[in-house]
């Protein structure tokens, strides 16, 4: 039996043929448009704090208020990749003109405050979670509950109330926890991952990168890329952003542990 490449050789009058049509075989670039495995192009990184810092302190003031005595550090994770890749990513510019354009929405964030309970007449959407605020004191109270996973790591998912599943379409966001001595089992994934360090120090294998990191840094997660972490000199958590949510969706999701 001829191999493909010998087929491809023989047809290529037939080849010639279809592109005149606009039509291309299959057989003939299989190989460049299903490789081996996932290729992500972004190699894992990690951005220190104490570097970081600094230029925070010289940088673009723009449109949030705080009102407390103490300053606060916004960390923003964002879903640009995915809505650039799929070109659907525009601007629609507020007309300052317009009273209605200075008024803060709250929503309807006083209605979900407390766990496990829903407002009757509380509107419910399928797509965002109507929670503005996951409280740091409740997160660390499940983070002490929460039973070990496969890995080794313990982790909890803010949820939209309504649904039980992602907070959002396209983002999906975990807390979690690494023991002290207990390293976690490599995993990989087929959906990217940037952790935020909210408390202690550890290290992190990503692949053929060992970071070295502690509270406030901020690294990252290429899909399938193996992956393993350990804290170090106490447990330390973790806040992780997501597309999982997106990759859900599209019934795409696969995790594979070493």
């Keep these: 039996m001829a191999d493909i490449a010998t087929v491809a050789t023989e047809a290529s009058p037939f080849v010639a043929e279809l592109e005149s049509k606009n039509l291309h075989p299959l057989w003939d670039r299989y190989q460049r448009i299903t ?3 996932p290729q992500p192009q972004d190699a894992p990184f990690l951005w220190r704090w104490r570097e970081v810092e600094p230029l925070l302190q010289r940088s673009v003031w723009h449109g949030h208020i705080n009102e407390s005595d103490h300053r606060i550090i916004w960390f923003d994770a964002a879903n640009m990749p995915l809505i ?17 354009f200075w008024q803060v929405d709250q929503g309807e964030e006083a209605l979900w405050t407390e766990a496990g309970l829903r407002a009757e007449g509380a509107t419910a959407s399928a797509a965002n ?23 080794g790591m313990r982790v909890i998912r803010y949820v939209n109330p309504t649904t039980g599943g992602a907070v959002m379409p ?27 360090v909210v408390a202690g120090e550890g290290r992190s294998h990503i692949g053929e990168e060992t970071f070295e990191w502690s509270q406030h840094d901020v690294f990252t997660i290429p ?12 447990d330390a958590d973790l806040f992780m952003v997501t597309d999982k949510s997106a990759f859900e969706r599209l019934d795409l999701v696969r995790e594979e542990m070493a």
């Design 84 to 100: 650039r890749a799929v070109d659907a990513h525009f601007f629609e510019p507020g007309d300052p003109r317009n009273n209605a």
């Design 129 to 151: 979670s109507p929670k503005y605020r996951y409280p740091g004191a409740a997160t660390r109270r499940l983070l002490d509950a929460a039973p070990a996973g496969a890995d």
């Design 35 to 37: 490789p081996i495995k």
């Design 223 to 234: 899909h399938w890329t193996f992956a393993r972490h350990e804290a170090r000199g106490g």
């Design 170 to 196: 396209t983002l999906d966001c975990y807390a979690a926890r690494l023991s002290r001595g207990t390293p976690t089992r490599a995993k990989r994934t087929t959906y990217n991952v940037v952790c935020l």
